[in-house]
């Protein structure tokens, strides 16, 4: 089992800047990629991101790219993600996932774990 939890929602005005992180513990050692997804009300669960915890190599939507970037402290077992730029449309539930694949993995289905979740409001 692996446990997430991430952190760092709120409430922000829109071009703000937010930073959320996932801390992982349990079985983590095989533990192959982290990815961040996003739950609007009323939609179905998107990809925002992912990285691999090996080499680093990071992945984004075409809709955050240039304004949120993921990256990982092995050390500390935490994934984060800087959010910049946020539009009201970023406002969503944002979780974060672990998965043993070695995918492309931007699918949902494809992640075996997920945390529970942190709330991001993006005002006008």
């Known amino acids: 089992q692996v446990q997430l939890v991430e952190s760092g929602g709120g409430l922000v005005q829109a071009g703000g800047s937010l930073r959320l992180s996932c801390a992982a513990s349990?079985?983590?050692?095989?533990?192959?990629?982290i990815g961040w997804f996003r739950q609007a009300p009323g939609k179905e669960r998107e990809f925002v991101a992912r990285?691999?915890?090996?080499?680093?190599?990071?992945l984004y939507a075409d809709s955050v790219k240039g304004r949120f970037t993921i990256s990982r402290d092995n050390g500390k077992n935490t994934v984060y993600l800087q959010m910049n730029s946020l539009q009201i449309e970023d406002t969503a539930v944002y979780y974060c996932?672990?998965?043993?694949?070695?995918?492309?993995?931007?699918?949902?289905?494809?992640?075996?774990?997920w945390g529970q979740g942190t709330q991001v409001t993006v005002s006008s």
């Open positions: 996932s672990s998965t043993r694949s070695v995918g492309i993995a931007t699918s949902p289905n494809e992640y075996e774990y």
């Open positions: 349990g079985r983590t050692s095989s533990t192959r990629r």
């Open positions: 990285i691999a915890l090996s080499g680093g190599t990071t």
